[in-house]
């Protein structure tokens, strides 16, 4: 049951401090979507890679976020340093583009941040 | 204009009766449209996908795309309570076409009273 992973789930932190969020998405998929969800704003996108190479991360705050995929088997999602604004919940996407266009995307269970 | 739009509700219908969801976009050249189900404190789950003019049936499930007039709806019939969630529009504009990104809308909460 090919599933996208994330770690951890949930993470409570405070003001100022590092935080990294994980993902391992579908084998064999080869598009990777970082997305952040809050009752205000919605889902929102904030970047996405290709094959492993960034492709738009205009939806991050810049100084503060950074999104990398080191191999194929996981994206990572770090701010440094976190506010409490950053608070809410951060889901991984997966799925695959190819010629045809088709572009379904399927979601990991979401890592929760509170920052204090 | 959002590029996807969606009334938020909350839409409510009886057990067993059937629930109309529908989403709206402004790009004319959209290539492919999605429908996810969130539920409360979960991620969103795909449910349907449909990328032709018409109507797409899996089980309970139909989505009904007209490109013409650019909306895009998803029928659910014979409503159940574990059908209350979130139901979120998705939309493959035309001009990220070939990256796989996708515009979500803001969501409807569907509420199926037994």
């Known amino acids: 049951d090919a599933r996208v992973t994330q770690t951890p789930r949930h993470k409570v932190t405070e003001m100022g401090q590092e935080v990294t969020m994980r993902c391992q998405p579908i084998l064999g998929h080869n598009t990777v979507f970082w997305y952040r969800q809050t009752m205000m704003q919605g889902l929102e996108l904030l970047a996405y890679f290709r094959n492993r190479a960034p492709l738009d991360d205009s939806g991050m705050p810049k100084d503060r976020f950074s999104a990398e995929m080191p191999d194929a088997t996981l994206a990572t999602l770090k701010i440094q340093p976190s506010e409490p604004r950053d608070s809410a919940v951060y889901f991984c996407?997966?799925?695959?583009?190819?010629?045809?266009?088709?572009?379904?995307?399927?979601f990991g269970p979401g890592t929760r941040l509170t920052v204090l | 204009q959002k590029e996807v739009e969606q009334n938020s509700g909350p839409l409510s219908v009886p057990e067993g009766a059937i629930a109309s969801l529908n989403c709206t976009y402004s790009?004319?050249?959209?290539?492919?449209f999605f429908w996810y189900r969130q539920y409360s404190g979960k991620s969103p789950e795909l449910i349907m996908s449909i990328y032709s003019n018409g109507d797409k049936e899996d089980g309970r499930f139909t989505a009904q795309l007209n490109k013409a007039s650019q909306y895009v709806s998803l029928l659910i019939r014979d409503s159940q309570p574990s059908d209350s969630a979130t139901y979120l529009c998705a939309v493959n504009i035309l001009r990220s076409s070939n990256t796989g990104k996708l515009i979500f809308g803001q969501g409807t909460t569907l509420q199926v009273k037994p």
């Open positions: 996407a997966s799925g695959f583009v190819g010629l045809a266009g088709y572009n379904e995307q399927f």
């Open positions: 790009d004319r050249g959209s290539q492919s």
